[in-house]
């Protein structure tokens, strides 16, 4: 039984295509690793799964639990269990955090026909996940994101995810612009919200986030498509080696595949 | 002076279910129904004898028909202005109606015909004794007149007036005549003018010296009839050490005629007095292709005319086709405060120019603007605002701040900051931001559930919290609903 199957999927951005027949398969409470050059179509990825506006499918297929995950809206597809740390999270002024979160978390339940939370019940969910955050309490009186330092927002991002329990969770590139410090706080938040009927896929230009949350499949994503997969040792390989070595495996590949080199 | 900010908008936004916004758009003027009601009216027309007659039937004294005759005089004299950055269709003011009232003149609440006290009812405003709205007294004004004003006696107990200006000028003649025109002068502009010779009722405020007023005070108006304007004339006077905070809501039918309605509001707080001044500006606005709507000519003006004395405006304007209105503040008293906190939301084919004046006259006077505009569908929205700083306003502060907020593809946000500082000591700042709702926030909404009407109010609220949190709890959200209800449709 498979959370996520992708079948080769392509898609476009701005009339160019990005993924070129990309395939994937996540069972339940597994961690995929998926890395590549720059311009690899990595965050694509992610925004296509969430069903970002601009990203355009020309063929292929996503299933999500037995749905068909491109036929949802972006709403209808946070609302069935797929959850997107953005690597750039948005500011919303003026509007605070807590009611954001209370709002997405009630229009998800709302939509999957359960009982909406009043705001007692949700303050008293909000404080238990706060506790296995180690996230301090001020957070929840700002407005989204708004005045957040880096490891601030990420650290909200995975607070959210937290909160909304998502059966698959992508999280995009949240390593990026980290201190060690930072990436450490997440990646136990993250790991705090691993358990066998939740996937995640962990998109990354560093294998260091990797050393803190240990991944069960590593893939390479090169032109459009995984071009290899393995388990955590291909990180360790990549790391030593870069991309370079994998044109002779795959002629197919163009120089400009796989000259992203990772840091 | 400068043109600062002049944007339009160009997004491709995804296209929605259709069905669903259509609805969203026909359920989006609550208030439009029609009271069918026997009402008395003048036939349309403006002259010297119209004005007589609209005095004789409010049986007003002689002084106050010269007035306003004088006023008439003067408008005749006027040019209609054309500086604001609005589109008007002409209007002619001879087919007009310039008086409407229900039949049965005004009487006690429990004499009021029940098909008015339905539609208070209907627009959530209750007047009779039993649903009565907590801590808040009500005057309630149908097309020309005050059909009723609620909590009378715990009012006069505390020694506070509030009543009708109609019976204002019947029974507190004096206090009438030494405040009617000295803030607003009769010709101090064309629709000012206007009203001055016209204005048939309004709500008379008066606090006495070191008197906490103690409830809201709110009136609510309604137009209800086919062809008329409405001219109302509102004065609140806090005398020395007093405190007022008064709310007004507005309202009218959905109607394909534009209707008129030019108003004149005048604040004196004398020492150390506090006036809060609230409107909730809900006038019909006009179908999506811009036919009909309330055509919105108003002038506010506030006198600190004490020391120490203070006038906030908070104003949230959804309505109204078109809508011109700056409420302002002379801060004529030393160390006297002047504030503007603003929401003016367009839509379709809504035009606003509205914003503020602050004039420090004053020794240390003080005066803040925040003003927030949003911009949807194929509308306009202009700031308009003025910081006069005269030479003898030592240590005199200003602070503005404006914000436009812009939604869709083909609408407009303008800017129009005017500065005139004669003293030098003076510190003025000015803050201006134009912004869009961002593709990424409205995404990152949807990723997290939250769909895009729901995402785009949420957004939208957040960047009025500044001048939400001026308004009485109660009124904050009504207007955050209003504003709701407003934008749907807006996107997709």
Known sequence: MHMLKIDNLHARVEGKEILKGLSLTVKPGEVHAIMGPNGAGKSTLGNVLAGRDGYEVTAGSVDFAGRDLLALEPEERAAVGVFLAFQYPVEIPGVNNTYFLRAALNAQRKFRGEEELDSMRFLKLVREKLKVMQISDELLHRAVNEGFSGGEKKRNEIFQMAVLEPKLAILDETDSGLDIDALKQVAEGVNALRSPDRSFVIVTHYQRLLDYIEPDFVHVLAGGRIVESGDKDLALKLEEQGYAWLAEKH???????LTGVPA | MNESENMTREVAAPVRDNAEVEAALNRRYEAGFVTDIESTSLPPGLSEDT??????????????????????????????????KLDIAPID???????????????SLDEVD???????EKLGVPLHERAKLAGVAVDAVFDSVSVGTTFRKELAEAGVIFCSMSEAIREHGDLVRQYLGSVVPVGDNYFAALNSAVFSDGSFVFIPKGTRCPMELSTYFRINAINTGQFERTLIVAEDDSYVSYLEGCTAP?????????????LVALERAQIKYSTVQNWYPGDENGVGGIYNFVTKRGDCRGADSKISWTQVETGS?????????????????????????????????????????GKGTKSKIVAKGISAGRSSNSYRGLVKIEKGADGARNYTQCDSLLIGKQCGAH??????????GAIVEHEATTSKISDDQLFYCLSRGIGEEDAVSMIVDGFCKQVFREL?????????????????GAVG
Not at chain 2, 95 to 107: E, H, T
Not at chain 2, 114 to 120: C, D, F, N
Request: net charge negative; hydrophobic share 35%.
């Open chain 2, 321 to 361: 086709a078109i809508t011109w209105k700056y409420p302002s503040c002379v801060l004529r008293g030393d160390r006297s405060v002047g504030e503007f906190y603003s929401v003016a939301l367009t839509h379709h084919r809504q035009q606003a120019d509205t914003g503020t004046k602050m004039i420090h006259i």
């Open chain 2, 472 to 488: 009485p709890m109660e009124f904050a959200v009504e207007a955050k609903k209003l504003l709701e209800v407003s934008l749907e």
């Open chain 2, 254 to 266: 959905m109607r394909d005629e534009n209707q008129l309605h030019a108003a004149v509001v005048e």
């Open chain 2, 51 to 84: 004005v007589r007659q609209l005095s004789a039937i409010k049986g007003e004294p002689e002084w106050m028909t010269e007035w306003r005759l004088a006023a008439y005089r003067h408008w005749l004299t006027m040019p209609e202005p054309d500086w604001a």
């Open chain 2, 93 to 107: 003011y001879q087919s007009v109606s310039y008086y409407s009232a229900p039949k049965d003149g005004p009487k």
């Open chain 2, 415 to 424: 800017t129009f900051p005017y500065m005139e500082v004669k003293n030098p």
């Open chain 2, 114 to 120: 029940p098909k008015l006290l339905e539609t208070y």
């Open chain 1, 251 to 257: 002629p197919e590949l163009r120089k400009a595949d």
